[in-house]
């Protein structure tokens, strides 16, 4: 059975940091594009970052995340991370992470799959 599940998330301060987990089961995360999507209470879902499956690995990142966040990926344990850093009230969502064909121009969101049950992040002091 294929499936990601998101970990990761909880409660931090502003200016605080999280990396968030996604890990993988039924398949190897490494041959896919894999993006991250959060989706706060009352806003539509937004693609925050997303990391190609190609060769060099091209990364994407919202403008109002870049400077702040960093995807990765541990091929050895089949997992990608998104460090956050800098940590700001409006970021609180709900974080899922998707597989997807292309972070070119963004991830797009009809076109993601395997959503999982998403973890939460709530910045507040």
């Known amino acids: 059975q294929v499936q990601l599940v998101a970990s990761g998330g909880g409660l931090v301060q502003p200016g605080g940091s999280l990396r968030l987990s996604c890990a993988a089961s039924?398949?190897?995360?490494?041959?896919?594009?894999i993006s991250w999507f959060r989706q706060a209470r009352g806003k539509e879902r937004e693609g925050v970052s997303c990391?190609?499956?190609?060769?060099?690995?091209?990364?994407y990142y919202a403008d109002s995340v870049k400077g702040r966040f960093t995807i990765s990926r541990d091929n050895a344990k089949n997992t990608v991370y998104l460090q956050m850093n800098s940590l700001k009230p409006e970021d609180t969502a709900l974080y899922h992470c998707?597989?997807?064909?292309?972070?070119?121009?963004?991830?797009?969101?009809?076109?993601?799959?395997?959503w999982g049950q998403g973890t939460q992040v709530i910045v507040s002091s």
């Open positions: 039924g398949f190897t995360l490494n041959y896919y594009t």
């Open positions: 990391i190609s499956n190609s060769s060099d690995g091209s990364t």
């Open positions: 998707t597989t997807g064909p292309s972070c070119r121009p963004r991830p797009l969101l009809h076109l993601q799959s395997n």
